[in-house]
């Protein structure tokens, strides 16, 4: 997982933005790549597809972008305490919401 730190960061943010993977340094905010990232296919495929799902609603201007938000971030928070999971201790996990 390469970011601008100095020294590897284990300070991870889980946040949707459009066009990037969902995994952020929670030290210097560089975008890092999933898949450089320990994590099981499975719960990269989820948040891939978590990502892709929140930015097509945004896309589409719905008129229930209040309630897609709010299901989006319920999500998320889960999505983040399954990356927690994952990766255990070493790491500190946060979600930013949307």
């Known amino acids: 997982m390469q970011?601008?730190?100095k020294e590897q960061s284990y300070d991870l943010v889980v946040e949707a933005d459009f066009g990037a993977d969902p995994i952020w340094c929670g030290k210097c905010g560089c975008?890092?790549?999933?898949?450089?990232?320990?994590?099981?296919?499975k719960l990269k495929n989820e948040l891939m597809s978590w990502v892709q799902?929140?930015?097509k609603s945004v896309l589409d201007e719905s008129?229930?972008?209040?309630e897609i938000t709010y299901q989006h971030n319920k999500s998320?928070?889960?999505?983040?305490?399954?990356v927690q999971s994952e990766l255990g201790d070493k790491y500190a996990i946060s979600y930013k919401a949307s």
């Open 76 to 82: 998320g928070i889960k999505l983040a305490e399954k």
């Open 53 to 55: 799902a929140y930015s």
């Open 3 to 5: 970011c601008f730190c």
């Open 31 to 41: 975008n890092l790549n999933l898949e450089e990232i320990p994590l099981t296919e």
């Open 63 to 66: 008129e229930y972008i209040y």
